[in-house]
């Protein structure tokens, strides 16, 4: 029993040791940018997101040919690879293994750099700053640097004690605490941070990278009243508050909108532009209390329009029910002797212009006549619908007949035409 | 106030269809009071948009900057005339089509308080119809009143697009709106008469000066709109044929071909329905225009951005105008036949059908153009823009022929015209235009568009002056001097000679486009105290400053200018940025004169203080500009009856 037990021990560890082992391997090399410096002896690490969310660390030596190897690697998530040469530790190498190539072997080359103390091409190029309200009277600040290096050389600072970007907040604020400080890619203990001040030596590699510092301020209550100081000339400042029911007032900087929103979201963004060193903005952000109870007021005045709408717009129709209608004003139609004594008018001036031939005048002249005479019947007879059997009476009367030489509208007693005086 | 003009527009919702519901029962019904409830709701109407602008002009100067309109639109700093030109973004310029709608229905509503009785309720069913529609965009689907989101409120707006915050933009839209909505007031009109069998003169009687402010309220818009291209935008160019452009071009040139046309109906009887399917294609192309600008389905510089069913709904709308009017018109059409009939080919009838012919065809050109990108688009999946190339080339004939017709209408008689009548009308003018075009090409003008723009002008001008000269002989003949037969005759006569100023406006426009054939332009670096040569002028650069505002910053160049080597003056062209909107804009620098513009904008500015100019002989120019104003003067004499010295004078109606 004892011995079959073995045996399948025995065999199961020889099937284990026969199937493959899915680890890949990444081999690399270390080379200065001069190709004269020694390279060996110099720390690589490694890092790996694990799956927690955190990073999972190793590191080696190079050798004396500046080479190095990490084995045995899962195929997991992107393996990073740094090298660290004169305290700095340079831009990483990323490198991932295919699910269908779990175990292959992949190289690469680090290439590292002295640096530089020339920092003519390094340029801040835009500051941004959040200020988010917190806990109790708290305020979260957040400032992040978007720095670029124009040159090919890695920059430090000159003076060991000196710094690339002086970074200000809230000069003199009491309860500034920095919470957080980090130098994408970059050394963090480069970053020293003290009270609202940060102070950054490098290095700044080429291309760009950020920077980013977050503050906790104790504002004492709601509101804020503090000011910002720019150390560093910024060419292009954003300042960022959440628009929560919060006004803000940051003297000197514009109030704009992010590139290409139309319609306000999220955010009310203030713009600064070429800053000085030493400039200070007032920076104010104050609770904005809900309007007062003028909804009452404005209820009321909203019905009483209504109100007093709707008896102007329903009276009339009230009094015909009622029976109490004022009698409704006559339909004065458009006579149609103006349009005719007009188009006559036209008619004789192009006689006279010698346009038309007397015979041409004549025929017009009848023409129109006929279409007057058909238009003012129809509105005649439109006029004998709307009316009341001794109105029509009475407007009989009126409207008579025509004038043979103008066409103008005349009553049964007209003896000479109104218009142009033609006997009738 | 604010709270009150945002629930003013809800009311309107309560107030509009009882307005349509109230004026149909009362027509059918035979009931006139009720007929002026409905008169009243109208009124009603306008009040309820007055209070709602009202209200959003208290917003935008309060600063309430927890309204998204105003946060989008406004800023503490904005100078308060652009506070209040609140047509600057989507909402507001909604409202104030609303609002000028709702005023143009009240006063149509009251100028025929006492008369078209027949046509007024259903006048009144038209233009709530028109104003529920936008109501309903107002009150949920671009409310100018809608807050920002729960609890939010900024401390400060965006402010205007500042390429807008120029005197022209102050007028600009509220005039191209006014001519729109004022067209709503011919067509409702027209589809009362329709509606009713009322087909009539008193539908175009009453109409006739709605239709002539209309037209006119929309030249002006169009032009302003050109003059402010040409001073702000900084291309060098007045017209693009952008869609936008060219959507308040085609109701404009729609409602040329209607006025023209009119008057055949009011001296013979004929066009009858065609007078009616024009003033409906007015309206609608107005409403197109604005379908265009607020769908997104072509790309324009005046968009507006939108969701694409923003649009279908104007899409609707303008297919619903069109669908309601087209099945009255051919149900009313056997009513509608001529009395009269053509009688000659040669005669004033026939020009100006071809007139309307021809201003058919340039609408049909000018909508395919426009629509060509969103036609290709659904055909090969690609946008293909129609360029102006494309518009000119169809455009630069039938502009010339209608320039010929411009000349001929007036002189022409009606019905026939006999040979000897055409000899002494146009011997003179054909002359002189004749005698301009000898001149022309002597002078060395061998393009053939210019030529002939320019000597059909010259023969407008010749129909114009042959026009009042045989006029004021006529009124001599009966023993007046030349001052009074001259006002005698223009009095008496107002509408016919207002109209060839009208006339003369369009030759002076005419000129000024002819001139764009020699348009010169040119690019150039150039470093401090370099000079450059182009044309006869020269110009020096004598450096740049810096430009520090509190709302913008960017540099001025400082040029000297010489022309023919004679000093001219400094010109100082601007490139700005301004920082609240993120926008930069491009400022000219013109020198003007009657022959010709240089026109120069500072394109780029190198670190060692070099410029980048650009610059533009613009020849004949300004007198597209004092061809707008004498626009106006004529347009002005025929709205405004000029006083009647008898009593007994007859009095023109509408």
Known sequence: MMRRALLSLAFALACTWALPIHAGSIVGKVVHSSGERDVSGLTVKLFAADSKGGFSTSETKTTKQGEFQFADLAPTRPYGVYVEYRDIMFPAEFVEFKPEQPDETRSVELTIQDPSEDDSKVQLFEARTVVDRGEAGSYRVQQIFYMTNLGETVVYAKDPAGSLFDIGLLPKHEGVEAIQATANQLSPARLEVEGDRARYRGPVFPGIQTLEVVYEVDAGGPDLASQLEFLTQTPQFVLMVPDRRQAVYAQGLYPSMQSGQREPAGYQYFRGYDIAPGTRVDLRIEAIPEPAASAVVAAATIGLLLFGLCVFVGMPIANDLRGTAPSSAPDKPLSASDLLVASLRDLEHDYEMGKISEADRDQLRRELQREAVIEMARQREAEAKSLSPAKLKAAGTEVGAFCPSCGGATSHDDRFCRSCGTKL | ?654
């Open chain 2, 1 to 654: 106030m604010v709270e009150l003009g945002r629930y003013s527009l809800y009311m309107l919702l309560l107030f509009c269809p009882a307005a349509m519901i109230v004026a149909i029962a009362g027509a059918r019904l035979q009931r006139p009071q009720w007929v002026q409830s409905a008169e009243r709701a109208t009124y009603a109407c306008f009040l309820l948009l007055s209070i709602a602008m009202v209200g959003l002009a208290v917003a935008m100067l309060t600063n309430r900057f927890d309204i998204a309109f105003v946060v989008s639109n406004s800023t503490r700093e904005q100078p308060w005339p652009f506070k209040l030109a609140v047509w600057g973004g989507q909402e507001g310029s909604l409202l104030l089509w609303a609002w000028m709608l709702g005023l143009m229905a009240a006063l149509a509503v009251y100028q025929n308080r006492n008369r078209n009785r027949t046509l007024m309720p259903w006048v009144v069913v038209s233009m709530m119809a028109n104003l529920l529609f936008f109501a309903v965009i107002l009150c949920f689907v671009s409310n100018p009143f809608a807050p920002l989101p729960e609890g939010h409120m900024m401390s400060n707006g965006r402010g205007m697009n500042p390429l807008l915050q120029h005197p022209a933009m102050l007028a600009h839209p509220p005039l191209l709106y006014m001519g729109f909505v004022s067209f709503a007031v011919p067509f409702s009109f027209a589809l009362a008469a329709l509606v009713t069998g009322e087909l009539g003169t008193s539908w175009f009687r009453t109409t006739r000066r709605w239709t002539l402010a209309a037209w006119f309220f929309l030249g002006i818009g169009i032009m302003l709109g050109g003059r402010w291209a040409y001073e702000v935008l900084g291309w060098g160019g007045y017209w693009a044929w952008d869609p936008v452009e060219n959507a308040s071009l085609l109701p404009w040139l729609a409602g040329t071909a209607y006025l023209h046309s009119v008057m055949i109906q009011e001296k013979r009887g004929m066009l009858k329905i065609w007078n009616l399917a024009l003033i409906g294609l007015t309206y609608s192309l107005c409403i197109f225009g604005t379908f265009l600008t607020r769908s997104g389905i072509v790309q324009s510089v005046h968009a507006f951005a939108n969701a694409e069913w923003f649009g279908m709904l104007f899409l609707f709308y303008v297919l619903a105008i069109v669908a309601t009017f087209t099945i009255l018109l051919i149900w009313r059409a056997p009513q509608l036949r001529s009395q009269s009939r053509l009688d000659s080919i040669a005669s004033r009838e026939a020009s100006f059908l071809m007139n309307n012919y021809l201003f058919m065809a340039l609408i049909v050109v000018i909508l395919l153009g426009t629509l060509w990108p969103a036609i290709t688009e659904q055909m090969t999946g690609a946008r293909v823009q129609a360029g102006p190339p494309f518009f000119q080339r169809f455009a630069g004939p039938i502009s010339l022929i209608l320039l010929l017709l411009t000349g001929i209408g007036p002189l022409i008689a009606w019905r026939r015209a006999t040979l000897t009548n055409l000899r002494k009308s146009f011997l003179w003018p054909a002359s002189f235009a004749c005698g301009v075009g000898a001149l022309l090409l002597i002078g060395g003008l061998r393009t053939f568009y210019p030529w002939a723009f320019l000597t059909l002008g010259a023969f407008v001008v010749g129909t114009i002056w042959e026009e009042y000269y045989r006029g004021v002989r006529v009124r001599m003949r009966r023993g007046e001097g030349v001052a009074e037969a001259f006002f005698e005759l223009l009095r008496r006569n107002q509408r016919r000679y207002a109209g060839y100023i009208v006339h003369l406006s369009v030759v002076l426009m005419f000129v000024g486009f002819a001139g764009a054939t020699f348009d010169l332009e040119s690019t150039r670096l150039l470093r401090p105290g370099e000079k450059w040569d182009l044309g006869n002028y020269t110009v020096e650069y004598r450096g740049v400053q810096p430009l520090d505002h509190p709302h913008y910053a960017g540099a001025m160049a400082r040029l000297a200018l010489w022309h023919d080597g004679a000093p001219v003056g400094i010109l100082t062209p601007e490139k700005r940025f301004y920082f609240q909107q993120n926008t930069p804009a491009t400022l000219p620098a013109v020198s003007s004169t009657l022959s010709e513009d240089f026109y120069v904008i500072l394109t780029g500015l190198e670190a060692d203080q070099s410029v980048s100019l650009k610059a533009f002989i613009n020849p004949l120019v300004n007198w597209i500009w004092i061809g707008g104003f004498v626009f106006i003067v004529g347009n002005t004499l025929l709205l405004w009856r000029l006083p009647e010295r008898k009593q007994t004078a007859e009095r023109e109606v509408g």
